[in-house]
C-alpha cells in the first residue's frame, strides 16, 4: 500500500503541494485530475524522488521514501511513465527492454559479459508482448510513431515489476481514437499485473468512465477524492474545475 | 512447455547464440588483424611504415578511448590528454628512477592513471555537457603546468631526457624496433579488444542509456554518477596506455604530450572517424597521421590544411568517415529488402 502523508512542497512562496495526504491500496486504479498548475506532475516527482519534497511522508508498504534518490525509489517499487516519452533514442525497443531488465536484476555494470544477458530475455519479451511491441522490436526508438513511443515509456516503467506504477498523461498528446486505445491499455494493464495504478488525465470522460477512484487537485491541494459519482456532484470540485457540463449530464 | 514458452524459446534462440557469435568474431578479427600487422615486417623493410603503424597504435589507443565518453556516454572530455600525458610520463619516470621490469612499471602506471582519474572524475561526472568540458580542460592545464614547474623532477620543459631504459623481459627486447613494433599492436589490439567488449557489455549499453537520455536511466535504478565515474576511469587507463606506447617509441617524455592540444587532436580524430562506430577513431587515427605527415612535407602551413579537411567533416559531411560509411550501407541494405 502507497500512503502519502502530510506531502509539501513549495517554490519560492507557491505552494505546488500542500499538505496533501492519499491512500493509494494495492491493486487500485485511482487518476488525479485538477486544473493546468493544480500540482499533479510535482505530485508524481515528489513521490517518484525527482523532486525533494520539504516535509511529508512518502510509506511504500510501511518504508518511508520520502527525499530518496530515483534509483532508490525505483528499486523499492514505484515505478514511472511520463507526460513526453522518456526514452532512449538511438536504441531499439528490444535493447531498451533488456537494458531496463538489466537496471533492475543490478546487472548494468557488468563488463565480463555480451548484451543481452540471457536472464534479461524472457521479463523483456513478455512485457514488449503485453504492449504489443514485440513486432516493432528491432526500430529504433525514435522512429517510433508517438502512439508508440508512449507504450515503450510505460512499457520500461512495468518491465521493473513495480509495485506501484504512475503513469503522467498516457493519453498526452493523442487523438481520440488512439487516446481510447492506449486507456483500455492502461486498464487491461491494471487488471492483469494486478499493481496499483495512479494516472493523471484531462479527459474527463475518459476519467469517469474507467477510474473507480478519483482525486482532485487544485493549487496543490485535495480538493476531492471518491468515486466518479462523488466527484461529478461535488459542489466545490463542478465551481473550481468541472463547470456545469458534466454536472448536468450526471443529473 | 507450453505452446506459448516453446515459440517465445524459438524467436530467442538466434538472439542468445548471436550474442556469442558476436564475441568469437571479435575475437578473430583481432587475431587475423595482428597478424597481418605483426607480419608487416617480413614484406617491408620500411621503418618510416613500421613507424607509423606505432604512431598509429598510441594514438589508436587514446583517440579509441574516448570515444567511449564521447560517442558512447556522451561526455565530451577536452582534457583527455592529462592521462595520455600522465601515462608517458610516469612510465618514464617509473622506468628512469627505479629501474623496474617493463611489466611492473605498466601496471603501476595504469595504477596510478586510475588513482588520478578516479579523483578527477569524481569532481567532474557531476558536471554538465559546457562545464564538464571546461572543468576536464582545466585539470589538464592543471597537470601541464605541474609538469613545466616541477623541473627537478619531470625535467620541465626540456621533458624526459636521457632516454627511457627499455630492459628485455620475457625474451622481449623493447629497444629492438621490430619487438618495440610488435608490442606496439599487441597492445593496440588488445586495447581495441578489451574496449569493444567494454562497448558491447551489459555497462556498454547502460553508457548508451545515459547518453540518450540519463534522467530516464536514473528513473529505472542506474545510478548515473558511478557509471559515469568508471568509464570516466576505463577511458583514462586506455589513454594512459597510449601514452605508455608513445613513450616507448619516443624514449622519452614531453609536456606537449600533456598539453591541451593533444585532447584537441583526440576531438579530431574523432571527427574525421566518426563516434557512431567501435572503429571510427581508428578510421581517423589512421587519417589524421597520414594527412600530417603529407601536409607537413609540402607546406608549412599544414594548419590551414587540417583546418579545411576538419571543416569538411564537420560542415560538408556533419559527420565523421566511418557514420558515413555505415549509414550508406545501413540505407543500401534497406532499399535492397525494399525491392
Redesign the interface.
Known sequence: MLEIRNLAKSFGGVKATNDVSLDFPDGSLTAVIGPNGAGKSTFFNLI?G?LKPDSGKVLLDGVDLAGR???EI??HGI??A?QVA??????TVQ?TM???V???Q?????????????ET??RA?QVMELLGLAGKRNRTAATLSHGDQKLLDIA??LV?EPKVLLLDEPTAGMGPEERWRMIDKVRELWESQKITVVFIEHDMDIVFKIAPKIVVLCYGRILATGTPDEIRNNSAVIEAYLGTEHAGAAA | MTELEAGRARTLAPVQSGAALHRYRDVLIALIAFAVLASLPLFTSSKALLDFVIRCSAYGLFATSLNLLVGYTGLTSFGHGMFFGLGAYSFGLIMQKLGVPIPVAFIATLAITALVAAVIGAICVRLKEIYFAFVTLAFQMLIHSTILSWASFTGGDQGLRGGIPRPAFLGINLANHIHLYVASCALLILGLLAMRQIAQSPFGYTLRMIRDNAARASFLGIDVWRAKLTVFVLAALFASMGGMVMALFVSGAYPEFAYWTISGEAIFINMLGGVSTFLGPMVGTVLLLLLNDTVTRFTEYHGIVLGIVILFFALGLRKGLLDFVAEWYAHRRETGEGR
Open positions: 517518484t525527482a534518490s530515483p534509483p525505483v528499486r515505478g514511472r511520463f522518456s526514452i532512449f533514442k538511438s536504441l535493447e533488456l537494458g531496463a538489466s537496471a533492475d543490478r546487472t548494468s555494470a557488468v563488463l565480463h559479459k555480451r548484451f543481452p544477458l540471457h530475455r524472457d519479451e520500461l516503467a521493473l
